[in-house]
């Protein structure tokens, strides 16, 4: 009960900073339009200049007393999952494939070393959820028949069932048919998927074979994952720190090295923001280029729906996460609809024609200050490129990112209903956000206390208002001319994933706030590849992310492949 109210009150103390901030923020626009435009401008600065330092201390002074609570609570570091030592598992997924297909391993194997590592690292990071090991076994001799009797070329097998043979796993809030679909929330523990999502669809057709489906935070509402009905996922590289959310079971999973593939969505982050908590690598794609539908609760099970007919899918987009960044190669080859823009993944770089621009921070109130390893990994990417491709790189200012958290909900919200709705599927399930709040505060409620205040926020004027919309889509507008003007075909912007390394599990609020980092990229559109960059000193990965304009998706995954190979990419827990 202690730890349940230190929590909230956390949580509660955040959200009464936000208040006072987003009041006056509110309240110096109304006066300014009795002043003239440079005087306002001049007032504007020194106001934007004040408050962010205010919150920048104010907030990261919490957060560090906080942390030495945390910290002294937790006592020792916790545990690390055992090191990474069948070979198989050492492999990328393109090269089991190619292995595969030449009859030099058995898919049944590879299936197996998989399924055994599984069960050995999950009593430690609780990150599986639906598990269909018995029917992947079952496919894996299918292949291994397949190669066996010789009836499809290598060069066929390469083209048409690139990841034949190879197993993956898949981010729980996608339909499988046959497996539970619940999206971490006890009301929908019996919910069946009766159809396979198109991205599920897409992998199984490239010769891919599920073994898992992967825990998630509690209807998708935290950037750590954990829920009441499987628990918490931890981090494989330290169990008192989060996985990340809401892919935080697909990033716990790969990175302790039981799946070399697995598949996820990202809105505010959900793909990037684990990644680099965890240590991998992953790609979230230009916005449509891979099919994000088949989404429970977004869609109700039993009713395929066409994606334009749900708003939100416009910011959301499917995408890999792995270890080995060549994989992000294969992946997306394989997630590409078919119908859609055709992009060379597999096309060389010419590294030394590219330009690459860097962004530092991002000052906005409430986004926490940069960690000093994720700032020195920046420099260390953008020296790569300098110091081997004589790449020089400059450096960007974003003062038109100020307001990016309210610009970022506005634009989500503006054309969906409320969290409740929209994350519920429009089912009714007799709980009320606001009594069950209440509820909370003495660990009563249905849903965890982190869905409550996201549900809540919602109602909270300072946060979002409706007839503020159109400024905000100006504002978005102002974003894409200037992103626009940025990035063309042979550039690159190289900016921090977060500006934090995975926290302990109560204190994702104080990071919620930083997810502007990922999500202005879901609002405007735009490809960007985690690439993970190295370990602090208490043996905790971080990365940066590799930004480019739309559907120049090769271009930043080809970046993450280069860095891979020159800084090391990702490495076996209790080996670091």
Known sequence: MEALISKQLVYLLTIEFLKIHLFLTDTCRKFSRKLHQKQFIQILKMKTTFWYWFFNISLGTICFLWHCILTFKNGSKGKVVPSVKNPLLLKSATKLAQEIREGKLKSEEVVQAYIDRILKVEPLINATVERCFEDAIKKAREVDSLIALGRYSRVYLSKNKPLLGVPFSIKLIFMVKGLRCTSG??????????????????????????????NVPELLTNIGTSNKLYGTTCNPYDTNRVSGGTSGGESALIAAGGSVLGIGNDMLGSIRIPAHFTGIFAHKPTNGLTPSEGCFPLENLDEALNPSDIEIYKYVSTGPMCRYAED??????????????????DEKVDFSKMKVCYLKEIRSPMALP?????????????????????????????????????????????????????????????????IDFLKALIGKSVLCFSTLVTFNAAYFPLVYKKDRTKYYQHMLEEWTTEFDKLLDENTVLLMPTSPVIAPYHSETVFAFFSTCYTAIFNVLGLPATHCPMGFNKEGLPYGIQIVGRANNDALTIACAVELEKALGGWKSPNEI
């Open 185 to 214: 929330y006890k009301g929908f523990e019996n919910k069946v998927a009766t159809r396979d999502a198109p991205a599920v669809a897409l992998m199984k057709r490239a010769g891919a074979i599920l073994i898992t489906s992967t």
């Open 328 to 345: 992000l190669i294969i992946s997306m080859k394989s997630l590409s609809l078919p119908n859609g823009i055709q992009l060379n993944f």
């Open 370 to 434: 940069v960690d000093k390893d994720i700032a020195n990994a920046l420099e260390k990417a953008l020296s790569h490129f300098k110091n081997r491709y004589n790449v020089t790189a400059q450096e960007v200012n974003m003062p038109f990112l100020y307001d990016v958290n309210r610009c970022v909900i506005s634009t989500i919200l503006q054309n969906n209903k409320n969290p409740k709705e929209m994350l519920l599927g429009g089912e009714d399930l007799g709980f009320s956000e606001k």
